[in-house]
């Protein structure tokens, strides 16, 4: 059986080939690539529940033997998004929550549909021949059309052939050929450039994005070897202390994960705690931790 998705009433996906197809305009299709497809399955599958970045990079790579860093998680999420929005999302339909993770928005419908048909593979290669270069179909003449031309061919004198070519020098037909080449070269170098220069942006984004994360953290206490960060919403004693008592139950791991950052908002019945290993400034891992409090 073949599982697929109906978000919104708008668009199909498509997880074994990976396809987000408009149901408005089917020849509206966007392949993604593989980790921004299980991004979005996971999404679809822990709907009403926040995904963490932990919890992506342990299902989308760690469960297949990948181990990649916080810029790819943050690229692929861009690449995701750019997708949706490419094949006709009127409006993102995923909700960032800061300092904690990502979710589908509250007013987005998923239909789960069972199917005995699987789309083939062909129609993705399609697709993308659609997206990309389109295939050059050259018209020939039927056989009517051929053996009337050949009788011309053969009936017209030789003299009128030669009479009929123009004289081109031969200096200005290497010029022309000459300054074809050069363009296409121009052209591809351009291009080739302009790649590179595009992803070294993306990354310069995700890596100012990472660093940016932790910028409303406050250092709190250091105790027995842990550094406890707290966000700056928490400003009066009380809300300070409600807030360590859910950094405090992890003392015992401070000798593996000394960073602890906790984050909690008075108007809001919940809490995290991320815990790494070395400081949001460096190359570290992090495991978190999420709260939701009983009144």
Same mark, same amino acid.
Not at 160 to 168: C, F, L, N, S, T
Not at 193 to 219: H, P, T, W
Not at 227 to 241: S, V
């Given at each position: 059986?073949?599982?697929?998705?109906?978000?919104?009433?708008?668009?199909?996906?498509?997880?074994?080939?990976?396809?987000?197809?408009?149901?408005?305009?089917?020849?509206?299709?966007?392949?993604?690539?593989?980790?921004?497809?299980? %991004?979005?399955?996971?999404?679809?599958?822990?709907?009403?529940?926040?995904?963490?970045?932990?919890?992506?990079?342990?299902?989308? /790579?760690?469960?297949?033997?990948?181990?990649?860093?916080?810029?790819?998680?943050?690229?692929?999420? %861009?690449?995701?998004?750019? @997708?949706?929005?490419?094949?006709?999302?009127?409006?993102?339909?995923?909700?960032?929550?800061?300092?904690?993770?990502?979710?589908?928005?509250?007013?987005?419908?998923?239909?789960?549909?069972?199917?005995?048909?699987?789309?083939?593979?062909?129609?993705?290669?399609?697709?993308?021949?659609?997206?990309?270069?389109?295939?050059?179909?050259?018209?020939?003449?039927?056989?009517?059309?051929?053996?009337?031309?050949?009788?011309?061919?053969?009936?017209?004198?030789?003299?009128?052939?030669?009479?009929?070519?123009?004289?081109?020098?031969?200096?200005?037909?290497?010029?022309?050929?000459?300054?074809?080449?050069?363009?296409?070269?121009?052209?591809?170098?351009?291009?080739?450039?302009?790649?590179?220069?595009?992803?070294?942006?993306?990354?310069?984004?995700?890596?100012?994005?990472?660093?940016?994360?932790?910028?409303?953290?406050?250092?709190?206490?250091?105790?027995?070897? %842990?550094?406890?960060?707290?966000?700056?919403?928490?400003?009066?004693?009380?809300?300070?202390?409600?807030?360590?008592?859910? @950094?405090?139950?992890?003392?015992?791991?401070?000798?593996?994960?000394? /960073?602890?950052?906790?984050?909690?908002?008075?108007?809001?019945?919940?809490?995290?705690?991320?815990?790494?290993?070395?400081?949001?400034?460096?190359?570290?891992? %992090?495991?978190?931790?999420?709260?939701?409090?009983?009144?």
């Amino acid at each position: 059986m073949h599982r697929y998705y109906i978000i919104n009433n708008i668009v199909e996906f498509h997880p074994t080939t990976r396809q987000l197809r408009n149901l408005i305009n089917p020849t509206q299709m966007v392949v993604l690539n593989s980790p921004a497809s299980r %991004c979005l399955l996971l999404l679809i599958e822990s709907s009403n529940t926040i995904v963490t970045q932990q919890e992506f990079m342990y299902n989308v /790579w760690e469960k297949l033997g990948l181990v990649v860093s916080a810029n790819t998680y943050y690229q692929n999420i %861009c690449l995701l998004r750019k @997708g949706l929005k490419e094949v006709g999302f009127p409006a993102d339909p995923i909700t960032t929550i800061p300092r904690i993770g990502l979710t589908l928005a509250r007013e987005t419908q998923v239909q789960v549909i069972e199917s005995a048909d699987v789309l083939p593979i062909a129609n993705v290669e399609e697709s993308k021949t659609e997206e990309g270069a389109r295939p050059v179909h050259h018209d020939t003449p039927d056989s009517a059309d051929s053996d009337h031309i050949g009788s011309l061919r053969a009936s017209e004198p030789v003299s009128g052939i030669v009479a009929a070519v123009p004289d081109i020098p031969a200096e200005q037909s290497l010029n022309k050929a000459g300054i074809r080449k050069f363009s296409k070269l121009f052209f591809l170098i351009t291009a080739l450039i302009f790649s590179i220069l595009l992803a070294d942006i993306k990354v310069i984004l995700a890596q100012f994005q990472g660093s940016r994360y932790f910028e409303n953290y406050m250092l709190a206490v250091n105790t027995n070897g %842990c550094h406890f960060f707290l966000n700056k919403e928490i400003h009066n004693t009380d809300e300070k202390a409600a807030a360590l008592t859910y @950094g405090n139950q992890f003392k015992p791991d401070c000798k593996k994960f000394p /960073w602890v950052y906790i984050s909690r908002y008075a108007m809001l019945p919940r809490a995290s705690v991320i815990r790494c290993n070395k400081p949001m400034t460096r190359p570290n891992y %992090c495991i978190s931790d999420y709260f939701i409090e009983d009144h």
